[in-house]
């Protein structure tokens, strides 16, 4: 499984020179651009071992036991991260492995655990606690670490999935003797970004009347013209608030 998500991760994007979908075949290292592997952070295993370590870490990840899902999650992404099995991406499958499990197990619908703002603001933490487990065995602080950032990060989701729910309460409130710009609300919380044929498609209306409609949504602050965007010359608009909600700086609370 993890070859055909490194595959489908890789391919078309940054790294998909190297090796999509196949172990890596030489010895990498963890450090700056200027180390070598006498002076890297950490060497991985070299390629002849991964077979091997990669059966046994499938063994761990599809094997059911006593340990609380969260633990048996941070113990996954240490092991996978430690075993390195490509020349790039490992990271990404690694925090996209976390969601999968969690996934697999019920505990999410979707994976919404966007666990890289956090690891991101805490880069420098996040590899000194998976380098002290290698070094002198530190699992419980990397677990505490581990922990502390689904926490943060599930608390951080929350918060905006409730200014979503309240922004969209407000928008209906508001659209209910309009059943056009109730559509339009249905639309923007499925994508925030609209475009008269999207819109047309759904309504069924003409394509001025569906311009209207757009206008409608414009003065009321919904939709906000981005410009044309693709070949065809197609204008766009976003719903600049569900947007800013979506996209503003992770914030994490203690």
Same mark, same amino acid.
């Given at each position: 499984?993890?070859?055909?998500?490194?595959?489908?991760?890789?391919? #078309?994007?940054?790294?998909?020179?190297?090796?999509?979908?196949?172990?890596?075949?030489?010895?990498?290292?963890?450090?700056?651009?200027?180390?070598?592997?006498?002076?890297?952070?950490?060497?991985?295993?070299?390629?002849?071992?991964?077979?091997?370590?990669?059966?046994?870490?499938?063994?761990?990840?599809?094997?059911?036991?006593?340990?609380?899902?969260?633990?048996?999650?941070?113990?996954?992404? $240490?092991?996978?991260?430690?075993?390195?099995?490509?020349?790039?991406?490992? #990271?990404?499958? #690694?925090? =996209?492995?976390?969601? =999968?499990?969690?996934?697999?197990?019920?505990?999410?619908?979707?994976?919404? =655990? $966007?666990?890289?703002?956090?690891?991101?603001?805490?880069?420098?933490? $996040?590899?000194?606690? *998976?380098?002290?487990?290698?070094?002198?065995?530190?699992?419980?602080?990397?677990?505490?670490?581990?922990?502390?950032?689904?926490?943060?990060?599930?608390?951080?989701?929350?918060?905006?999935?409730? *200014? *979503?729910?309240?922004?969209?309460?407000?928008? *209906?409130?508001?659209?209910?003797?309009?059943?056009?710009?109730?559509?339009?609300?249905?639309?923007?919380?499925?994508?925030? $970004?609209?475009?008269?044929?999207?819109?047309?498609?759904?309504?069924?209306?003409?394509?001025?009347?569906?311009?209207?409609?757009?206008?409608?949504?414009?003065?009321?602050?919904?939709?906000?013209?981005?410009?044309?965007?693709?070949?065809?010359?197609?204008?766009?608009?976003?719903?600049?608030?569900?947007?800013?909600?979506?996209?503003?700086?992770?914030?994490?609370?203690?």
């Amino acid at each position: 499984m993890i070859l055909q998500l490194h595959n489908t991760l890789l391919s #078309g994007t940054r790294g998909a020179e190297r090796l999509p979908g196949e172990l890596r075949r030489s010895p990498v290292w963890v450090g700056s651009p200027t180390d070598s592997p006498d002076s890297a952070a950490y060497v991985p295993p070299l390629p002849d071992e991964l077979p091997a370590l990669i059966k046994d870490w499938e063994e761990f990840v599809n094997t059911p036991g006593d340990l609380p899902i969260l633990i048996r999650c941070g113990l996954m992404h $240490y092991q996978f991260e430690t075993i390195h099995p490509f020349l790039d991406g490992n #990271g990404r499958i #690694g925090r =996209l492995l976390i969601n =999968l499990m969690l996934m697999e197990e019920g505990r999410l619908g979707t994976p919404l =655990l $966007y666990l890289s703002g956090y690891l991101e603001q805490h880069r420098r933490e $996040y590899y000194e606690r *998976l380098q002290e487990v290698r070094e002198r065995g530190a699992i419980q602080e990397w677990l505490q670490f581990f922990l502390t950032a689904v926490r943060r990060t599930a608390d951080d989701a929350v918060r905006r999935a409730e *200014l *979503l729910v309240e922004t969209r309460e407000r928008y *209906l409130a508001v659209s209910t003797a309009r059943p056009r710009l109730t559509t339009v609300v249905e639309l923007i919380f499925s994508n925030p $970004y609209m475009t008269v044929a999207r819109l047309q498609g759904k309504t069924g209306l003409t394509h001025q009347a569906t311009r209207n409609v757009i206008k409608d949504a414009v003065s009321r602050g919904w939709l906000e013209e981005v410009g044309r965007r693709d070949r065809g010359g197609r204008v766009y608009w976003v719903a600049r608030e569900l947007f800013d909600i979506i996209e503003a700086p992770w914030t994490y609370t203690t």
